[in-house]
């Protein structure tokens, strides 16, 4: 297994802000044994950055222990050789699923038996015949949740997967990226942890690379390949420079190229002209590369439904993306919009863009206009979706959520007693400026947050089908443009099916209708996180 992936919460360059410890009562103390150094200084960084006590030495005060493919005997003997005959009462002894998942929910899990390490004789590997495999090939006939039983192996295939799509190549790159994320998919919907290398090889979808780095974490504990990725400097270059909005995998490997390594080389080259997105981006840098969380997608889908309503009363705005499917956190809100009555959503993006840009709640904006055309479904090339949207940067006040109680509330969303609704509340702040202080304002002042928002425009004869395309996952989501073609002889998009054989597009008034067109299971959003 690697360092877990680190894309989702970049910091600026020499920013090294002491962790608030936020749960004092529990002390972890991390084996490292089968453990690369680097690696365990990993972890205990990330462990302390989620607000953990991290002990650097075994003692009393020591809480939670935790160990990676290793027995209860094999602890006990690491211990045993730093002099520690045996444990302290109430100390619990875990293995990694405990500390992943108290990392992903960011706070102590409980401690079950199914986390705790066991003996040796529990712990030999399953035989092959002892757990039949049966999984069909395509990912969207199988359930895949946010929580399974093998993180350690599609930490690492994900970060090969995010590695092939740096280094570039066309289409031989990027048919290795999908590579490694099929075989992630598949161990990600797998019912059981994976034990032994002759098990992922009779798994449909894993190919010889990833079975070599499955082979490595089983034997090792760790994938050494993808350990020298993590520690190297194209990688996390690469991550850098993809962290600035509007910034591709191609921009970032040619200024990798020139020899740029941080974002001050970004700004202070005078050769670099950025366009609007990319000045915005790297202006508001930590903001968009700081999660997203649950409690702030609401509080923006709230804010967007209040506007959209009262321009058009009975227009949905649904959050879709990641947040639907379960996730705590995210990188951006997908906002999906539409009406029962068809027709009813022209023109309504427009009209709340003009409220938004009059509450200075906008601090970027890039709209597309609606180019669907039903006689070009029938194109092979025809995957991508048409519908009328708007990339934006909301400026997301900082008292919206407050550690402590307020009144305060965003302006849109009307609370009883609430007068002129229209107007920001008195006090919000998020008049001040536009982004990144190009009117005055300084980012370090600013009192709001930049959070990307995108809104989708939906007919309602295509809503159905575009909430199943803007819900995801993107991988669950191309297997489902696979099988309809390759085993339906139809056409999928995030519009309608076609079914070339009667030349029909078959209506949907709910996905449940897209999934009994395709004669699948229904699949509940948070079974499709592939």
């Known amino acids: 297994m690697a360092a877990p992936r680190r894309k989702k919460a970049r910091t600026v360059e020499n920013e090294k802000a002491e962790p608030q410890i936020l ?16 690696r365990h200084d990993f972890l205990q960084a990330l462990a302390r950055r989620k607000g953990f006590v991290v002990c650097g030495q075994f003692g009393s005060t020591v809480t939670h222990i935790v160990a990676e493919d290793l027995s209860t005997e094999q602890v006990m003997e690491y211990f045993q050789k730093k002099g520690v005959t045996s444990l302290y009462p109430g100390q619990e002894l875990l293995n990694m699923e405990w500390f992943t998942r108290s990392m992903e929910e960011k ?33 969207c006939q199988r359930i895949t949740a946010l929580k ?40 990600k919907s797998l019912s059981h942890p994976l034990t032994s290398i002759e098990q992922a090889g009779k798994l449909p979808n894993i190919g010889p690379h990833s079975l070599a780095v499955i ?7 760790y994938s050494q390949e993808v350990q020298d990725i993590c520690d190297g400097d194209f990688y996390n270059t690469m991550q850098l420079f993809t962290g600035i909005f ?60 209040a506007e959209v309503q009262r321009l058009q009363p009975g227009a949905t705005v649904v959050l879709t993306g990641g947040f639907r499917r379960g996730k705590t956190e995210g990188h951006d809100v997908d906002l999906l919009i539409s009406h029962p009555t068809e027709g009813k959503e022209t023109g309504l993006l427009s009209a709340v863009l ?89 980012t370090a002042e600013k009192a709001w947050v930049g959070r990307r928002v995108d809104l989708i425009i939906a007919p309602a004869s295509q809503y159905a089908y575009a909430l199943v395309g803007w819900t995801g996952s993107k991988y669950f989501n191309r297997s489902a443009r696979l099988y309809a073609e390759r085993e ?29 067109h395709l004669q699948l299971p229904y699949r509940e959003p948070t079974e499709r996180n592939c």
């Open 354 to 442: 003009a409220r938004l840009r009059r509450k200075n709640l906008l601090a970027y904006e890039s709209t597309t206009a609606n180019t669907y055309d039903p006689s070009t479904v029938t194109k092979k090339e025809y995957t991508l979706d048409h519908f009328e949207r708007c990339f934006s940067i909301f400026k997301f006040d900082k008292s919206w959520i407050s550690s402590k109680p307020t009144s305060q509330s965003p302006p849109g969303v009307v609370k009883p007693g609430t007068s002129n609704p229209d107007l920001p509340h008195q006090g919000d702040r998020v008049s001040l400026g536009t982004a990144g202080g190009s009117d005055g304002e300084s």
């Open 488 to 516: 339906m002889n139809m056409k999928l998009t995030s519009h309608v099916l076609y079914d070339p054989v009667k030349n029909q597009y078959l209506s949907a008034s709910s996905e449940e209708d897209v999934f009994r």
């Open 23 to 38: 749960f004092p009562e529990t002390k972890i103390f991390i084996v490292d044994r089968k453990m690369t150094k680097s």
């Open 246 to 305: 509007g910034i591709g995998c191609s921009t970032a490997r040619k200024w990798y190229e020139k020899g740029f390594r941080t974002l001050d080389d970004i700004r202070n080259d005078s050769t670099i002209t950025l366009r609007k997105d990319q000045k915005i981006g790297l202006e508001l840098y930590q903001d968009l590369n700081t999660p997203v969380t649950l409690a702030e997608a609401n509080i923006i889908q709230e804010l967007v439904k």
């Open 148 to 187: 399974h039983h093998n993180h350690r192996f599609t930490t690492a295939l994900e970060l090969l997967e995010e590695h092939a799509g740096y280094q570039g190549g066309g289409q031989r790159a990027d048919s290795r990226a999908r590579g490694f994320r099929r075989a992630s998919c598949t161990l």
């Open 107 to 139: 706070r102590p899990v409980l401690c079950t038996d199914s986390l705790r390490l066991k003996p040796s004789q529990a712990s030999v590997s399953v035989a092959t015949e002892d757990i039949p495999v049966r999984m069909p090939s395509y990912e």
């Open 215 to 221: 082979k490595d974490i089983l034997e090792d504990g």
